[in-house]
């Protein structure tokens, strides 16, 4: 019953990052298509870069350059949370693997963004950095770790071959004594 609550907890967080990983897509497309605004230009340039660089970011095509970035970055991400989705779902560990093995470091960037962001971005608008961390403290990390839960659950279940060494003395000093599967092949 108890693997049953992980999973099902998994499951659900997972769910919520998904969606919340398409919104984010979304609106990176968003920004992409209306990159060449100069009103967009404007109130995103202005908020993120120092004000030495706002004269070359208008007149380079910079924005739409690092929000095509951002599409496809989260549009890559989007497979591995579908993966984790189904692994989870179906039991299969396999498909878990990716989305742990790449988000597991996601979590380290989140921080380090962090960081960079207090240290590079201008003026109040550091308070990006605010919600990275939450978004990195309260989503990636559950997600993360519930997800591992449930691939530590499914590694023990589908561990057949263990061999514990109590449950090997059990085996072999108690009323029943089971051939071991080498001895079954050499000598059958």
Same mark, same amino acid.
């Given at each position: 019953m108890h693997t049953r609550s992980v999973t099902t907890a998994s499951t659900v967080i997972?769910?919520?990052?998904?969606?919340? #990983?398409? *919104?984010?897509?979304? @609106? +990176? @497309?968003?920004?992409?298509?209306?990159?060449?605004? +100069?009103?967009? #230009?404007?109130? *995103?340039?202005?908020?993120?870069?120092?004000?030495?660089?706002?004269?070359?970011?208008?007149? +380079?095509?910079?924005?739409?350059?690092?929000?095509?970035?951002? *599409? /496809?970055? #989260?549009? /890559?991400?989007?497979?591995?949370? *579908? @993966?984790?989705?189904? /692994?989870i779902t179906k039991k299969r560990r396999f498909l878990m693997l990716p989305w742990l093995t790449v988000w597991g470091l996601g979590l380290v960037a989140g921080i380090v963004g962090a960081v960079l962001c207090v240290i590079k971005i201008p003026g109040m608008y550091k308070l990006t950095a605010v919600f990275l961390v939450v978004m990195t403290v309260f989503l990636v990390l559950p997600t993360w770790f519930t997800s591992l839960h449930v691939f530590s659950d499914l590694t023990d279940k589908s561990d057949m071959f263990r061999y514990d060494i109590d449950s090997r003395a059990e085996e072999f000093c108690g009323g029943e004594r089971k051939q071991d599967l080498l001895f079954r092949y050499l000598y059958a």
């Open positions: 997972s769910s919520i990052f998904f969606t919340l #990983q398409l *919104v984010s897509l979304a @609106c +990176s @497309c968003f920004l992409y298509f209306t990159s060449d605004t +100069s009103s967009t #230009q404007r109130e *995103v340039i202005t908020r993120l870069y120092h004000k030495d660089l706002w004269r070359h970011l208008r007149r +380079s095509n910079s924005l739409s350059t690092h929000s095509l970035i951002a *599409v /496809g970055v #989260q549009a /890559g991400l989007v497979p591995l949370t *579908v @993966c984790l989705l189904v /692994g």
